[in-house]
């Protein structure tokens, strides 16, 4: 186990929806990353929260957003539900900003009907 | 832009064989490099990481990955395989400075038979 835990692991959700997910990041990292894995691909970068402030995002549209709070756990929040968004969300969370290793949790899969 | 190539989807080895999975990159400069297994329903766990040195990496569960610079590649290898490493492999790039994140490949599905 990596430490890193998500919440939830599974919800449903209908298109127009708003959805939030949460990340509480190893003991020690200051960074969390933000990941999309849909069905049969890898995973995608969304965003990567360090120190509280957006350090880098993917292409991923507006409704996608972020915070992470000042105990370093992160939200994703979603706006505006597609149902290309069903996916699996990867949280990630790291010692420091650069490519080091990735710590991952084990996700939360978010049906869009 | 930075890439990250599975060319195999789907592999089938029978147990004890040996495994090879391929993995080639594109990137501008030397990368980290990663590879990560994904069991069904779970998160990424990290098997092997190649940051500089010794182009031969040694990881968990008996697994061993060679960079070679000249051909973009980092192939993951096990000399005999168990059932239980059936799952999603990832191959995974990302810089040896800076914040760009890690870029994935597409993942190799394995499959592992009496």
């Known amino acids: 186990e990596t430490g890193v835990t998500q919440s939830p692991t599974h919800l449903i959700k209908t298109r127009g929806q708003q959805v939030t997910l949460r990340c509480s990041s190893q003991?020690?990292?200051?960074?969390v990353s933000w990941y999309q894995q849909a069905l049969g691909q890898g995973p995608q970068f969304i965003f990567q929260y360090y120190r509280e402030e957006e350090n880098g995002r993917g292409n991923f549209p507006p409704r996608f957003s972020g915070l992470q709070f000042p105990n370093y756990s992160s939200e994703l929040n979603v706006n505006a539900l597609e149902l290309d968004d069903s996916a699996l969300y990867l949280c990630?969370?790291?010692?420091?900003?650069?490519?080091?290793?990735?710590?991952f949790g084990e996700g939360s899969r978010l049906t869009v009907l | 832009a930075q890439s990250v190539t599975q060319p195999d989807i789907h592999i089938t080895v029978s147990e004890g064989a040996s495994l090879e999975l391929r993995c080639n990159y594109s990137?501008?400069?030397?990368?980290?490099l990663f590879w990560y297994v994904q069991s069904p329903g779970q998160g990424l766990q990290l098997l092997l990481k190649y940051f500089s040195g010794d182009t031969l990496v040694q990881g968990i569960k008996g697994f061993e990955a060679e960079f070679k610079r000249s051909q973009s590649s980092f192939n993951l290898r096990k000399p005999s395989v168990h059932w239980s490493d059936a799952a999603e492999y990832f191959c995974?790039?990302?810089?040896?400075?800076?914040?760009?994140?890690?870029?994935f490949g597409k993942g190799t599905r394995l499959s592992v038979i009496a």
């Open positions: 995974a790039v990302g810089p040896n400075s800076g914040n760009t994140p890690l870029v």
């Open positions: 990137y501008g400069a030397t990368p980290y």
């Open positions: 990630a969370s790291s010692r420091d900003r650069g490519a080091g290793e990735l710590f």
């Open positions: 003991s020690g990292h200051n960074t």
